[in-house]
Protein backbone atom coordinates (compact mmCIF):
# COMPACT_ATOMS: atom_id res chain seq x y z
CA UNK A 1 0.00 0.00 0.00
CA UNK A 2 1.22 3.68 -1.09
CA UNK A 3 2.23 6.57 1.78
CA UNK A 4 -0.39 9.16 1.60
CA UNK A 5 2.38 11.61 1.19
CA UNK A 6 3.20 9.60 -2.58
CA UNK A 7 -0.68 9.41 -3.14
CA UNK A 8 -0.65 13.34 -2.63
CA UNK A 9 2.07 13.43 -4.89
CA UNK A 10 0.70 11.93 -7.83
CA UNK A 11 -2.54 13.47 -7.10
CA UNK A 12 -0.44 17.29 -7.80
CA UNK A 13 0.70 15.34 -10.46
CA UNK A 14 -2.15 14.09 -12.23
CA UNK A 15 -5.32 16.20 -12.02
CA UNK A 16 -7.22 13.48 -13.72
CA UNK A 17 -6.55 11.41 -11.15
CA UNK A 18 -7.82 13.39 -8.50
CA UNK A 19 -11.11 14.31 -10.79
CA UNK A 20 -11.53 11.20 -11.04
CA UNK A 21 -11.59 10.24 -7.87
CA UNK A 22 -13.81 13.03 -6.87
CA UNK A 23 -15.90 11.78 -9.40
CA UNK A 24 -16.45 8.39 -8.06
CA UNK A 25 -17.03 10.00 -4.79
CA UNK A 26 -20.00 11.89 -6.37
CA UNK A 27 -21.03 9.00 -8.10
CA UNK A 28 -21.27 7.32 -4.28
CA UNK A 29 -22.96 10.00 -2.58
CA UNK A 30 -25.74 9.89 -5.22
CA UNK A 31 -26.19 6.19 -5.12
CA UNK A 32 -26.78 6.60 -1.18
CA UNK A 33 -29.11 9.83 -1.64
CA UNK A 34 -31.69 7.61 -4.42
CA UNK A 35 -31.16 4.90 -1.72
CA UNK A 36 -32.47 7.07 1.48
CA UNK A 37 -35.26 8.84 -0.85
CA UNK A 38 -36.70 5.24 -1.83
CA UNK A 39 -36.70 4.23 1.60
CA UNK A 40 -38.19 7.78 2.90
CA UNK A 41 -40.97 7.46 -0.30
CA UNK A 42 -41.64 3.30 0.90
CA UNK A 43 -42.00 4.80 4.62
CA UNK A 44 -44.43 7.69 3.52
CA UNK A 45 -46.44 5.00 1.64
CA UNK A 46 -46.88 2.88 4.62
CA UNK A 47 -47.84 5.91 6.84
CA UNK A 48 -50.72 7.26 4.19
CA UNK A 49 -52.01 3.41 4.04
CA UNK A 50 -51.77 3.41 7.99
CA UNK A 51 -53.64 7.04 8.11
CA UNK A 52 -56.46 5.12 5.40
CA UNK A 53 -56.94 2.37 7.75
CA UNK A 54 -57.27 4.31 10.75
CA UNK A 55 -59.57 6.85 8.82
CA UNK A 56 -61.52 3.49 8.34
CA UNK A 57 -60.97 3.50 4.69
CA UNK A 58 -59.43 -0.18 5.03
CA UNK A 59 -61.23 -3.14 4.89
Known amino acids: ?3 ISV ?7 DPVL ?5 LAMLKLENIEKD ?3 QTLGQQLALV ?4 I ?3 GGGV
Open 1 to 3: MEK
Open 7 to 13: IRQKEQE
Open 18 to 22: TMGQE
Open 35 to 37: AMI
Open 48 to 51: KVEL
Open 53 to 55: QMK
